[in-house]
């Protein structure tokens, strides 16, 4: 009886943190691509909504406040913050020819892509930094995508900014 007891208590608890890690799911498992967002509801998430309460913020490198740039310095590295009005985990997806440099947050296939989760020690926060650099191509946009959800069985959340590139 105890040993039934206990393999319900563990079972309990890996099934607990796979649904409070989903954004790592998304990006590891389930993303056709390292810029696709959720185009349809997922187990028990709900269809994506464009998110207009989001907020996409792009820094120089070491920094996270004061007036963000409005254009990107082509192969010049960035804080991308982004914030929210509540407390969320997210992935960010910052675009073709971009790469993340924020670590503890770097998706392993994706290295445009970063995931706040609880699996890689994130806890819900009203913000996040992913640092990165941006993509060469000069004259072109640096797409960044942010996927997100209120809780674990609410709508995909997702918001979007687009950054011109420059010779800088």
Partial sequence: ?????????????????????????????????????????????KAPQTDRTTGIMLYPAGQSSGKPVAKACAGKAYNVMVTFPDRRLAYVALGAGSRVT???????RCANSAVFSTSNGFKPSSRFTASGVAPMAVGSKWQVQVVSATGG???????????????C
Wanted: proline fraction near 6%; charge should be neutral.
């Fill in 1 to 45: 009886m105890a040993q039934s007891v206990a393999l319900c208590v563990v079972l309990a608890l890996a099934l607990a943190g796979s649904a409070a890690a989903y954004p790592i799911y998304w990006a590891d498992e389930y993303a056709p691509t390292c810029f696709a967002v959720p185009k349809a509801g997922k187990d028990c998430h």
């Fill in 102 to 108: 924020t670590s503890a947050a770097a998706v392993k």
């Fill in 153 to 167: 069985c609410a709508p995909f959340m997702v918001a979007s900014a687009s950054i011109d590139i420059a010779k």
